[in-house]
């Protein structure tokens, strides 16, 4: 309802309430125009593709294509789910023990409707249009499934808005401004504004140290293996995700030397042959018998871990057949991470840890796991729990 309705509204109860002369024509109207709040003012946000996007009101239904967006909206203020209708059911798959943090901590998240996956091409148009959304966000992702889909084609058809945001492909270019987006649409632009303040100062921090660093030691030679042990052996980010934080810690990122343009894997034989002086694997929360760290072939990491249940599951991948004959792990040299900084806002962490894991001398000074709980205390809403980084003694 707009302003002038609602002040049309009031007019024709004031008069049934009252004579008729005294709502003449010729009776002077004293009642004070509403102002209208920030709400009801039109709206226009840029996304990381450069498009505009205008709306006439704020948004008040937000479909999250891709779930873990509320990695994001977490940081924002308030409920994570604030204006969320729908999410991506990659939360679930991907990230339960976050999630689960989460739920226990929001009212909105349990109203709002999980979907299927975009970026498996399972959401349909009809499934977006029942939840009657002011607008979808998605990932550049998901962009390209939804054009190849042609599922974008029928969102211009029908008028439905959308955005895209970007932790995945090009972190330290597209953060700052996905983590803004999103403020925006929620209402919550300066929130998102000392968020983009916060993580600017830390990569300028950690990218100044690993510059001098480099002036003299110079790069340091680091691979990483992702999701190791969870899936076949052996994948790496290459240029994106982690590997651009690699590089920007100051690492000859090995990765970039394994991929070719339809394939990330890579053998474990080759990765012998390479022998990485560094070695970083991820972890997450991918137990199915989590009180049971012997059938792990993976990290344990994330929410539900701890450091000694990390430290139990460190080398699991390493049984991997051949990998024994690696000298990183026997040097010192060997790493977990958490998964989920690859598709998040917080894998500044990542970068401070890879930066210290690399060159030590420079970052003696700086601890991601006790700086990634702090950032809990002052950006987060619920406590921090589990275990997010592990290294291997030599």
């Given at each position: 309802m707009?302003?002038?309705r609602k002040a049309m509204t009031g007019a024709v109860a004031l008069c049934a309430a009252a004579s008729l002369a005294a709502c003449s024509?010729?009776?002077?109207?004293?009642?004070?125009?509403?102002?209208?709040?920030?709400?009801?003012k039109a709206l226009t946000v840029t996304d990381v593709t450069g498009r505009e996007v205008t709306f006439d009101h704020a948004p008040e239904r937000i479909v999250l294509g891709e779930g873990r967006g509320v990695f994001a909206t977490a940081l924002l203020g308030g409920d994570p789910f604030d204006h969320v209708v729908a999410y991506g059911n990659d939360l679930t798959k991907a990230a339960p023990a976050f999630k689960d943090k989460v739920f226990e901590i929001s009212e909105g998240a349990m109203k709002a409707q999980e979907i299927g996956n975009?970026?498996?091409?399972?959401?349909?148009?009809?499934?977006?249009?029942?939840?009657?959304?002011?607008?979808?966000?998605?990932?550049?992702?998901?962009?390209?499934?939804?054009?190849?889909?042609?599922?974008?084609?029928?969102?211009?058809?029908?008028?439905m808005k959308y955005v895209f945001t970007d932790f995945r492909q090009s972190p330290l270019e597209h953060t700052v401004s996905s983590v803004q987006l999103l403020g925006d649409l929620m209402g919550k632009s300066e929130r998102a504004k000392e968020y983009g303040e916060f993580y600017e100062s830390k990569v300028e921090e950690i990218k100044g140290r690993v510059?001098?660093?480099?002036?003299?030691?110079?790069?340091?030679d680091g691979l990483i293996w992702s999701a190791a042990g969870f899936v076949d052996c052996c994948s790496t980010p290459g240029k994106a995700n982690l590997g651009q934080l690699l590089t920007a810690a100051g690492g000859n990122n090995l990765g970039e030397q394994l991929i070719t343009a339809?394939?990330?894997?890579?053998?474990?034989?080759?990765?012998?042959?390479?022998?990485?002086?560094?070695?970083?694997?991820?972890g997450g929360e991918w137990a199915r018998k989590p009180d049971q760290p012997d059938t792990f072939s993976h990290v344990e990491l994330g929410y539900q871990s701890s450091p000694q249940r990390a430290a139990e599951t460190l080398n699991?991948?390493?049984?991997?057949?051949?990998?024994?004959?690696?000298?990183?792990?026997?040097?010192g040299k060997y790493f977990a991470v958490y998964h989920q900084f690859y598709d998040n806002p917080y894998n500044v962490f990542a970068l401070e840890a890879f930066a210290k894991w690399l060159h030590p001398a420079a970052f003696e000074d700086m601890d991601p796991?006790?700086?990634?709980?702090?950032?809990?205390?002052d950006w987060l809403p619920f406590d921090y729990s589990g275990a997010f980084f592990a290294q291997a003694q030599q």
């Open positions: 707009n302003i002038l024509g010729d009776s002077a109207d004293t009642t004070p125009s509403a102002e209208p709040t920030q709400a009801d975009i970026g498996k091409g399972d959401v349909s148009l009809e499934t977006l249009m029942a939840q009657e959304p002011d607008v979808v966000v998605m990932t550049l992702d998901q962009k390209k499934v939804a054009e190849e889909s042609g599922l974008l084609e029928k969102m211009d058809q029908t008028g510059e001098e660093a480099v002036a003299k030691d110079g790069e340091k339809d394939s990330k894997q890579f053998s474990a034989e080759k990765m012998i042959e390479l022998q990485p002086e560094n070695l970083i694997v991820t699991n991948p390493l049984g991997t057949p051949g990998l024994d004959l690696l000298q990183a792990p026997k040097q796991a006790k700086d990634f709980e702090q950032f809990h205390a």
